[in-house]
T-cell receptor
Framework: DQQVKQNSPSLSVQEGRISILNCDYTNSMFDYFLWYKKYPAEGPTFLIS?????DKNEDGRFTVFLNKSAKHLSLHIVPSQPGDSAVYFCAASADGNQFYFGTGTSLTVIP | NAGVMQNPRHLVRRRGQEARLRCSPM?????VYWYRQLPEEGLKFMVYLQKENIIDESGMPKERFSAEFPKEGPSILRIQQVVRGDSAAYFC??????????????FGSGTRLTVV
């Protein structure tokens, strides 16, 4: 039972443009959300977080948007850079400890 | 300041053998989490431990799998009598607090277990 879904397995974007990665969840009890980036043969690296008391959080080129009523969050990367090419996972949690991860979206930024 | 250290990076076991995966958390981190990533899937939570205590093992298979985080030494994920379906990447993460939300977990590079 996949409680967190990333329906786009892959995404290609031109360098300098915006990358938008989407994530949907089914459990209305989820209040904590994380985005991770993963390169091959490495562990995931934390990018940005958001809790349900906010609808937007920014950190440099990365912005996460949360629409709690739609159970949807998205990660925007502006401007996209070739080094951003990686697999991006969203994760959600009700208690801030046990996180449910999506299956990932592979982002390719084309120079 | 070393990150989360996992070893071995790669482990090959024959069916029926035991696999032991080790995780040393970041310095100052007393909370350890184990996740498993099966091919073509996302990371799935297995277990959350603090020193000498299992806090949440709701993601652990009921049989053959066990985890510990002793007072001294690394956390160990142990898989007895491995089967082909255990082949996966096993990631360990650590956190300085019981609510890693604000900083996210810090993940190790994982152990890739292959059962032949």
């Amino acid at each position: 039972d996949q409680q967190v879904k990333q329906n786009s397995p892959s995404l290609s974007v031109q360098e300098g443009r915006i990358s938008i990665l989407n994530c949907d969840y089914t459990n209305s009890m989820f209040d904590y959300f994380l985005w991770y980036k993963k390169y091959p043969a490495e562990g995931p690296t934390f990018l940005i977080s958001i809790s349900s008391i906010k609808d937007k959080n920014e950190d440099g080129r990365f912005t996460v948007f949360l629409n709690k009523s739609a159970k949807h969050l998205s990660l925007h990367i502006v401007p996209s850079q070739p080094g951003d090419s990686a697999v991006y996972f969203c994760a959600a949690s009700a208690d801030g400890n046990q996180f449910y991860f999506g299956t990932g979206t592979s982002l390719t930024v084309i120079p | 300041n070393a990150g989360v250290m996992q070893n071995p990076r790669h482990l090959v076991r024959r069916r029926g053998q035991e696999a032991r995966l080790r995780c040393s958390p970041m310095k100052g981190h007393s909370h350890v989490y184990w996740y498993r990533q099966l091919p073509e899937e996302g990371l799935k939570f297995m277990v959350y431990l603090q020193k000498e205590n299992i806090i949440d093992e709701s993601g652990m298979p009921k049989e053959r799998f066990s985890a510990e985080f002793p007072k001294e030494g690394p956390s160990i994920l142990r898989i007895q009598q491995v089967v082909r379906g255990d082949s996966a990447a096993y990631f360990c993460a650590s956190s300085p607090s019981s609510t890693p939300f604000h900083y996210g977990y810090t993940f190790g590079s994982g152990t890739r277990l292959t059962v032949v």
